[in-house]
């Protein structure tokens, strides 16, 4: 009877520690996964930015794409965003999978109205 109250013990235990890794593992290794992904399984999305709404710890950003309207959310580099993005003007991010709400995307490329590339590191120019 105790070799049965054994091997169900450890079932149980082996399930219940199933569960919590299914949950917990995507959350704590998503920074470390990032960089399996290829490049080649990403794709490059093109939109206008329609508003730019800044928060405090974080900016949002709506994108009108070919494909649809999506929310862009930055958590990260708030302030170097927010200078590079103004409304109006399009953007090319890259995403894993097209979604209509994404978190810190990469920024490929901005353009404003007049055709003028600006790149996510500002440089100095003398005057």
Partial sequence: MKAW???IGGFVLGFLAAIIVSLAAPDLLTRYTQVLVPADR???VKGLILKKQRESARL???LSTPKGVLLATFTEKIDEVDLLI???S???IRL???SPFVENPTIEKVETDNGVQRSETPSTSKQ
């Fill in 86 to 88: 103004a409304e109006g």
């Fill in 60 to 62: 949002l950003l709506t």
């Fill in 90 to 92: 399009s953007a090319t």
């Fill in 42 to 44: 990403s794709e490059s």
């Fill in 96 to 98: 894993r999978t097209y």
């Fill in 5 to 7: 109250a054994g091997l």
